[in-house]
């Protein structure tokens, strides 16, 4: 009898698949392969970036190569892929009143799933494994209710790209922009002209849900994302002076400028390094962080630990109003940067809509930062429309929430 090779693809098991996951995970670089590439260390825990999630399920494919016998012979994990369901935002609606005239703007929510973290081998690529695992995994959400599935990838990462779009059936959804800085050796300066406050879970969902339940992406369960231990807590800019009294009494009546930001530890849950650089870059880089820890009162900007394993604190639920706000959330962001001075990240990292006026006060480094592609699949075609229509043809609005929990 010859000799038979099939890909099964089943639910990834903790107890027996860790080890050879992570090999996998190793080889596999994310996003473009040019000069210099970026690889992702999940720290044993190759679930972690989905089990914050309501639902969850992370598949592998297994290559099983049976002998001329028919019996097993040898078998080995090629590839893997997690997805998560949640419910979100997709649009907004106006409330009635009984006499018929809108009234206040309501969020639409439906049932959305994700895809992320799918890895194929380099030695077994364009032999179907990936499209195989996709298949399965939409076949879960689907089995879940789930509406829509969507994916982010790098615009520039044309296998990826190209298998979505195309084999697929995804469409080119919204092109949000991650914003990455270094995290300095020195503490940046925060203005003394606002006040900070940390808000406590309770309150801070009163506000994001009073105020960011109609930016689209917002997750309905807002404070499951509050009462994470991963979520290092929400921070509100107010002017100086200005006593805080509780969420109900700040919603009634808030001040002319205010700025609201969230800080998420991505830090412990995995690590990422940037490979293939040359000696001069990885040496350059040293230098300057060896300058800043010496002379921190010069507050020379030092590139960041990228060429070893480092971490990220994500800053997410961004925004706030009036004239001062985009400086308010500057402010914040300088707050945010010494937190993860304090907690040895790397860098910080928040994702911002395209359209975000956010995205020109928020600090950055160019060549660090990119644009993120996020597409589309609407799953069930007999999917009622309901009050906001297909989504996918729905334009950009100014803000999206973007989940910390997938990024
Ligand atoms: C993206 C990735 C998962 C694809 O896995 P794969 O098993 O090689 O993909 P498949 O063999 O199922 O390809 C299906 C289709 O996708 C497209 N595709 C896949 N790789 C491609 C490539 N390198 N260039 C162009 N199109 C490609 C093709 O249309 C292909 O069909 P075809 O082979 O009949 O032409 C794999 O390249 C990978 O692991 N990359 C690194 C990690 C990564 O970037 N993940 C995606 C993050 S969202």
Redesign the pocket.
């Known amino acids: 009898m010859a000799e038979e090779v099939v890909v099964v693809i089943r639910e990834y098991n903790p107890k027996t698949d860790d080890e050879r996951v992570e090999q996998v995970e190793s080889s596999?670089?994310?996003?473009p392969?040019g000069e210099l590439s970026l690889f992702t260390d999940l720290l044993g825990d190759p679930i972690c970036r989905v089990r914050n999630s309501p639902a969850y399920l992370m598949l592998v494919?297994e290559m099983v190569n049976k002998g001329g016998d028919g019996k097993e012979e040898k078998k080995e994990i090629v590839?893997m892929i997690r997805g998560c369901i949640k419910t979100v935002t997709c649009g907004t609606k106006f409330s009635r009143t009984k006499f018929g005239d809108s009234h206040k703007q309501l969020p639409v929510f439906t049932k959305l799933a994700y895809?992320?973290?799918?890895?194929?081998?380099?030695f077994?690529?364009?032999?179907?494994?990936?499209?195989?695992?996709?298949h399965r995994m939409e076949e879960w959400f689907g089995n879940n209710g789930a509406e829509y599935s969507y994916?982010?990838?790098?615009d520039a990462?044309?296998?990826?790209?190209?298998?979505?779009t195309?084999?697929?059936g995804y469409t080119k959804f919204r092109n949000p922009s991650v914003l990455v800085h270094p995290v300095f050796a020195h503490r940046l300066t925060v203005s003394n002209r606002v006040t900070i406050v940390k808000l406590t879970p309770p309150d801070a969902e009163k506000l994001y849900r009073g105020c960011f339940s109609t930016t689209e992406f917002f997750p309905r369960d807002i404070d499951s994302v509050l009462n994470n231990h991963l979520n290092l807590g929400t921070f509100l800019a107010l002017p100086k002076g200005y006593i805080w009294a509780g969420s109900d009494k700040f919603l009634s009546d808030p001040p002319e400028n205010w700025a609201v930001m969230s800080v998420w530890n991505c830090n412990d849950v995995f690590k990422l390094e940037v490979k293939g650089a040359s000696k001069l870059r990885k040496g350059f880089a040293k230098t300057t962080r060896v300058l800043d820890r010496a002379f921190p009162f010069l507050r020379l900007p030092s590139l960041p630990k990228v060429f070893s394993p480092f971490g990220l604190h994500m800053l997410y639920g961004l925004g706030g109003s009036g004239p001062l706000y985009t400086r308010y959330a500057k402010f914040l962001f300088g707050f945010a940067h010494n937190l993860a001075k304090e907690c040895k990240c790397g860098v910080i990292a928040t994702e911002l809509s395209s359209e975000d006026p956010l995205k020109l006060a928020i600090p950055h480094w160019k060549v660090l930062s990119f644009t993120d592609l996020w597409c589309i699949k609407r799953l069930g075609e007999d999917y009622s429309d309901g009050s906001v229509g297909d989504w996918r043809k729905s334009q950009p609005g100014l803000s999206i929430f973007v989940d910390p929990r997938e990024f």
């Open positions: 596999c670089e994310v996003g392969n494919a590839g895809i992320l973290g799918l890895r194929v081998s380099p077994r690529r364009r032999m179907g494994i990936g499209l195989k695992l996709v994916i982010a990838t790098d990462n044309e296998p990826s790209v190209s298998l979505f195309g084999k697929c």
